[in-house]
């Protein structure tokens, strides 16, 4: 079973920021948050990830609460192309805790 | 950057027939390479769990002797669907690990339609 807590849907208006929330409550200390996108009929794509830090990359921003129990990937500036289903997923580091669980997302849907 | 490919992107293939899929880490050695495969409107499923020149971990309910895989060298992995059958149909995908790192990097996934 994921791990992870997400709304099954957002839309959002191009130019605007996005905010997609997720709980994972349950995360223990050596987990990590990982966020990936999946555009229909590709694989996913990687977004960011991290630990307990806030993360800011060139697609994104991770923002983690401080008891880490909750998260929110931030796109800035979103575009009809940012239009996917988006994961956040937890996983652990090392041996068998690289798995990642995919659960079913949020389908981001940008708007004109 | 970490670029893995896959190869063929589609297939179309008679039931009974084996396919073989290859994935490649293009800039980078992956010494952990996963195969996943996701059926219309679900999630991905994580198949098996692949290193470098050793057997591959499968998942429960996964047919070891159905989906072969090999990982013969640090940038190639292949899984081969033996005797294939419709119910096999679906969108295969591949994902790397660097070594030393934990980010999972996909491929573009492997279409397989079984007649």
């Known amino acids: 079973d994921a791990k992870t807590t997400q709304p099954p849907s957002m839309d959002c208006a191009e130019g605007r920021a996005a905010n997609l929330p997720c709980n994972h409550s349950t995360i223990s200390g050596n987990e990590y948050v990982y966020w990936y996108r999946q555009i229909h009929s590709q694989g996913p794509q990687y977004i960011i990830h991290g630990l307990k830090n806030n993360e800011t990359n060139e697609m994104a921003s991770l923002i983690i609460t401080e008891d880490r129990k909750s998260s929110t990937l931030i796109l800035p500036h979103a575009t009809l192309r940012d239009t996917a289903v988006y994961y956040c997923?937890?996983?652990?580091?090392?041996?068998?805790?690289?798995?990642?669980?995919f659960g079913k997302g949020t389908l981001l849907t940008v708007n004109p | 950057g970490a670029v893995v490919s896959q190869h063929p992107s589609r297939v179309i293939c008679k039931s009974g027939t084996s396919v073989k899929i290859e994935c490649r880490s293009l800039?980078?050695?992956?010494?952990?390479m996963f195969w996943y495969r996701q059926f219309p409107k679900k999630s991905l499923m994580l198949m098996a769990t692949?290193?470098?020149?050793?057997?591959?971990?499968?998942e429960q309910g996964v047919e070891k002797d159905k989906f072969l895989i090999n990982h013969a060298s640090l940038t190639l992995s292949t899984l081969t669907v033996t005797s294939a059958h419709p119910e096999d149909s679906s969108f295969y995908i591949c994902?790397?690990?660097?070594?030393?790192?934990?980010?999972?990097?996909f491929g573009p996934g492997t279409r397989l339609t079984v007649l």
């Open positions: 994902s790397a690990r660097k070594g030393g790192a934990d980010t999972q990097y």
């Open positions: 692949s290193n470098e020149g050793s057997k591959a971990t499968y």
């Open positions: 997923i937890v996983s652990g580091s090392g041996g068998s805790n690289y798995k990642l669980t």
């Open positions: 800039d980078f050695q992956a010494t952990t």
